[in-house]
């Protein structure tokens, strides 16, 4: 079955210093990955997604992710972090089949400290 | 243009009763997708359509949980005989066609539901 896993439910890092988001994933055959971005009552953003090619790919805000199919990982990672980056990060794969549904993970919640 | 939007931003409702939460995904995209936002427990795929007819149901947690699409656009899900553990953020997306997930899915700013 296809899963995705963010080993950290929560990270607090200082303004300015990088960041790197965990994600790891259970797939098949070659996953489409994708990291969204939930700011507090909003819905989710689309930061940056994977098909295929180049395995590091840029994303908004600053935002980069590097595709290791040797790990099964999708890390998030940004140099410098600022204070609006505050947010709850989600990893997700796209399902097997046609229909495109998303399988996301739990989620990681970015504290930014002054 | 327009984003996704759904209403009501927010429903308390009492257990045991009906609730209907609706979506208006942005024009033009055929395929519609809701998820349940649960705290500690992440996103769920609920259910997708595909125009109007959705041809996987197997998402939708137990037969309390229905939805419905009319004219390729706003899609109705139907929570009956609502219980404690239905307390959830539902969200919908929308993208320009199904057929694989390389179509952005853009997602409206959820439905926040609480059973009492």
């Known amino acids: 079955a296809q899963s995705v896993t963010q080993p950290d439910i929560h990270i607090t890092v200082s303004e300015g210093a990088s960041l790197e988001l965990r994600c790891n994933y259970s797939y098949g055959a070659t996953p489409y990955l994708f990291w969204y971005v939930q700011s507090p009552g909003q819905g989710l953003q689309l930061l940056l997604k994977?098909?295929?090619?180049?395995?590091l790919v840029q994303g908004i805000k600053g935002f980069e992710a590097e595709f290791k199919r040797s790990q099964s990982s999708f890390n998030l990672r940004k140099p410098s972090v600022h204070w609006s980056d505050a947010a709850e990060y989600f990893c997700?794969?796209?399902?097997?089949?046609?229909?495109?549904?998303?399988?996301f993970g739990k989620g990681t919640k970015l504290s930014v400290k002054p | 243009g327009a984003g996704v939007s759904q209403s009501p931003s927010n429903k308390v409702t009492e257990k045991g009763k009906d609730v209907e939460l609706r979506c208006d995904p942005i024009s033009g995209h055929t395929a519609l997708y809701w998820y349940r936002q649960s705290l500690g427990q992440g996103l769920e795929f609920l259910i997708y359509?595909?125009?109007?007819?959705?041809?996987?149901k197997s998402g939708l947690p137990s037969d309390r949980f229905s939805a419905e699409r009319t004219g390729g656009s706003v899609s109705t899900l139907t929570i009956q005989r609502t219980q404690q553990e239905d307390s959830a953020v539902y969200l919908c997306?929308?993208?320009?066609?199904?057929?694989?997930?390389?179509?952005?899915?853009?997602f409206g700013p959820g439905t926040r539901l609480t059973v009492l």
């Open positions: 997306a929308s993208s320009l066609a199904a057929g694989g997930a390389y179509n952005e899915q853009f």
């Open positions: 994977y098909f295929s090619g180049d395995t």
């Open positions: 359509f595909q125009g109007n007819s959705a041809p996987d």
């Open positions: 997700a794969v796209g399902a097997q089949g046609s229909q495109g549904n998303l399988i």
